[in-house]
């Protein structure tokens, strides 16, 4: 909708301007700072995997995230791929927990 011209975007939810979309502002640039929000996917395993194992998976991972292909295809869904570390990714996902208990809390948001 938005490429058709039906809707106009305000802004885009991430601390950087989105490439597919990069005439939309970040909330920062349009007056709203530190909100900053980011979807992820990442593939997860098991506490305990032996370390091989994980090794291999993630090789095999950025194997495949490297595929032009593959890349494109993510980016035609407005996806960016990192293919970080597992003690990268690590740290992404216990950001994201962090701030949203933070939320969660200022909030006073609590499940039934």
């Known amino acids: 909708h938005i490429k ?6 305000l802004a885009v939810a991430t601390a ?12 920062a640039e349009s007056g709203v ?13 098991p506490k305990g995997l032996p370390k091989d194992i994980r090794d291999k998976l993630h090789k095999a991972s950025v ?9 494109q295809r993510l980016a035609e869904l407005g996806g960016t791929v990192v293919a970080n570390t597992p ?9 994201d927990v ?11 948001i609590s499940l039934d």
């Open 4 to 9: 058709s011209g039906k809707i106009r975007p």
């Open 87 to 95: 003690e990268q990714f690590g740290a992404v996902i216990l950001k």
């Open 16 to 27: 950087q301007r989105s490439s597919e979309l990069p005439d939309v502002p970040t909330f």
């Open 98 to 108: 962090t701030t949203w208990k933070q939320v969660a809390a200022s909030s006073q």
């Open 63 to 71: 194997q495949a995230l490297a595929d032009p292909q593959l890349r």
């Open 33 to 45: 700072p530190g909100y900053a929000v980011q979807a992820w996917n990442g593939l997860l395993a």
